[in-house]
Nanobody
Framework: QVQLVESGGGLVQPGGSLRLSCAASGSMVDNFAMAWFRQAPGKEREFVAAINWSGSISDVADPVKGRFTISRDNAKNMLHLQMNSLNPGDTAVYYC????????????????WGQGTQVTISS
């Protein structure tokens, strides 16, 4: 069983930055691939970025490539998402997710989810 708690969301002006964090707890967290998804009102949950269990391999969705960076600190059981050059299209609830071993871009393949953190980009 894995518990995930996101933090770091908020209201930011266009062009600004935010750093989201996800604290993971439970057994064998190091064995889990982790990911960020987001969901805007009226839209389906969307893949943002994912990282393998060791942090050596990551994947980032095209809409955020070059602006967002995913990282993890297994010593602290933390997952991060550094978001730069934010625009109103990035407004959504951001979710942290985990699944055993390999990561995926498909949200229905993840077993554990956090409660989400709201990110709003507006002037």
């Amino acid at each position: 069983q894995v518990q995930l708690v996101e933090s770091g969301g908020g209201l930011v002006q266009p062009g600004g930055s935010l750093r989201l964090s996800c604290a993971a707890s439970g057994s064998m967290v190091d064995n889990f691939a982790m990911a960020w998804f987001r969901q805007a009102p009226g839209k389906e949950r969307e893949f943002v970025a994912a990282i393998n269990w060791s942090g050596s391999i990551s994947d980032v969705a095209d809409p955020v490539k070059g602006r967002f960076t995913i990282s993890r600190d297994n010593a602290k059981n933390m997952l991060h998402l550094q978001m730069n050059s934010l625009n109103p299209g990035d407004t959504a609830v951001y979710y942290c997710a985990a699944r055993l071993f390999s990561y995926s871009r498909w949200h229905n393949e993840y077993d554990y989810w956090g409660q989400g953190t709201q990110v709003t980009i507006s002037s």
